[in-house]
């Protein structure tokens, strides 16, 4: 068999070794490509989280203690920065920070996310009514907030409730829902107090004041008692999503 020309073996192999090149210039294109995709990916992860855990955070509303404002099933925006840094701003509370970085009390009115201090883990979502060295009371269902007692007016009534708007001393109103006489549950805690809020603490209560278990009610009762500023996750800023009617984008 003849041997194929030096010429020709020369070209194959000059062939040869510039599909390899080609191959190996694809390999280090495909390399970069997905090198820049993992660093993006990565980018776009930390950017989500720092915005979930400093920014905002979606919650779904679990029960009816916030009615007639929020209802059961609606999703919520709260703004994670008004109160400051915590470890609970972090998905799963990790414990990175102690306590609270640059805090700040929330305001009468606020609806605010907390952790329950029964546990430290699960979220709850009621209103402000009373901050640190306040005095709080009810007499009647009503709040006494340093020896006042909140102005009410009835706005719509039920078979069942009465809804109200409450007026705080800064003006600042909000409606609430109270079940009628012959509808009252047994117990209620229609009264209560006085007592003071210690520091650093906040006194919160319910919209819905007879299907809510809130600070009217020590964690021995089963409720939460005067609330730690490091429990608190955010202040819910509005609906995202109203599961009832058509309430997207209205303040709580």
């Not at 779904?60 to 915590?86: E, N």
């Not at 117990?187 to 210690?198: C, E, I, N, W, Y």
């Amino acid at each position: 068999m003849t041997a194929p020309p030096p010429c020709v073996t020369a070209k194959r192999m000059d062939s040869i070794a510039a599909t390899r090149q080609a191959h190996e210039e694809k390999t280090e294109r495909l390399r970069a490509r997905l090198g820049r995709a993992a660093r993006l990916l990565l980018v776009a992860m930390i950017a989500a989280l720092a915005l979930r855990g400093f920014v905002f955070e979606p919650y779904r509303l679990p029960s009816q203690s916030m009615q007639p404002g929020l209802q059961p099933g609606d999703t919520i925006f709260v703004a994670k920065w008004p109160y400051g840094l915590s470890r609970h701003n972090l998905p799963l509370s990790p414990t990175l920070l102690a306590g609270r970085l640059a805090p700040k009390m929330p305001e009468r009115g606020d609806v605010i996310v907390f952790k329950t201090p029964r546990d430290g883990q699960t979220d709850l979502v009621k209103r402000v009514i009373a901050r640190g060295g306040d005095q709080i009371a009810m007499r009647g269902g009503r709040p006494i907030l340093n020896g006042q007692p909140l102005p009410r007016t009835v706005t719509d009534t039920t078979d069942n409730h009465l809804v109200l708007r409450e007026t705080l001393p800064s003006g600042r109103s909000f409606p609430i829902q109270t079940a009628k006489a012959d509808q009252k549950p047994v117990p209620t805690r229609a009264d209560f107090g006085p007592l003071t809020v210690p520091p650093g603490h906040v006194f919160l209560l319910g919209d819905n004041r007879d299907a809510s278990t809130d600070s009217r009610y020590s964690i021995a009762e089963g409720g939460i008692g005067f609330v730690p500023l490091d429990l608190v996750v955010g202040r819910v800023d509005h609906i995202l999503y109203g599961r009832t009617s058509p309430r997207a984008g209205t303040h709580p």
